[in-house]
């Protein structure tokens, strides 16, 4: 089956994932590589216009990934995770969405500089 998107993991996701337990870290993987293939809304779901999650569901906890689309290349689609958490209220908090809005207004302007700067 084809992939839906690639996906790239900003530092905060990687320290997210490197501080939780080996089976937490492999579910949470493991959901994001179905979520690949697969149109799936209990795995990956639009939260605002810009944000979207990774959901993961594992011994008792709610584990999140926050991500946006990266669609600027005609080639790619990209998916780019901000950050995780571990859930502990029905809504995801705002300050981590907002969060997430800064690292993508972040990511983008990186990659207009990196871009400009290559020329």
């Known amino acids: 089956m084809d992939k839906r998107f690639e996906i790239l993991f900003l530092e905060e996701a990687v320290s997210f994932l490197e501080k939780i337990a080996a089976n937490q870290r492999e579910k ?51 998916v780019v995770s901000t950050h995780g958490f571990i ?3 029905d809504k995801v908090p705002g300050k981590e969405v907002q969060k997430a809005k800064q690292m993508r207004t972040i990511y983008f302007k990186d990659k207009e500089t990196q871009k400009k700067s290559s020329k």
């Open 87 to 89: 859930k502990k209220q």
């Open 28 to 78: 949470i993987l493991y959901n994001i590589r179905k979520a690949q293939v697969a149109k799936d809304p209990e795995l990956f779901k639009k939260l605002t216009e810009e944000i979207w999650e990774f959901r993961t569901h594992f011994m008792g906890l709610q584990y999140r990934m926050l991500a946006f689309w990266d669609k600027t290349t005609e080639s790619d689609t990209l």
